[in-house]
C-alpha cells in the first residue's frame, strides 16, 4: 500500500476549481473549463453591504442581494438604479414576477 501526502491547501485548491468548473493552465493560473472567460469571482457580503447600506430593511435587502450576486457574480454600483450593468441581476423575478434584486 502506497501513502501519498499532499498538503491540505492543495487538495481544497483543487476541488474548489473542480466545483467552480476551472482547470489550470501550463502556467499553473486557473481557467475556465469551458475555455470561455468569466467574470471574477466577487465578495458578495462586502458587495451587498454597499448596495443596501441606505435600504430601510438592511436584512432583507441584504439576502436578497446575496441571492442576486452569487447568480449573476455581479452587483451594480450605488445604493440603487444602475442596474444595466448587470443584466443577469435586473432581470431575475419573484414568483410573482417582480424585480428580486434591490
Given amino acids: 500500500m502506497v501513502h501519498c501526502s499532499l498538503p491540505l491547501h492543495v487538495v481544497a485548491e483543487a476541488s474548489l476549481h473542480n466545483f467552480i468548473g476551472l482547470e489550470d493552465d501550463k502556467e499553473g493560473n486557473a481557467t475556465p473549463a469551458d475555455g470561455f472567460s468569466r467574470r471574477p469571482i466577487i465578495n458578495c457580503n462586502f458587495a451587498c453591504a454597499r448596495r443596501c447600506m441606505k ?3 438592511k436584512n432583507v435587502c441584504a439576502r436578497a442581494c446575496g441571492t442576486c450576486c452569487i ?3 455581479c452587483v451594480p454600483a450605488g445604493t440603487s438604479g444602475n442596474k444595466t450593468m448587470c443584466p443577469c441581476y435586473a432581470n431575475l ?3 410573482g414576477l417582480k424585480p428580486k434584486c434591490p
Fill in 55 to 57: 435600504a430601510s430593511r
Fill in 93 to 95: 423575478r419573484t414568483h
Fill in 71 to 73: 447568480k449573476c457574480q
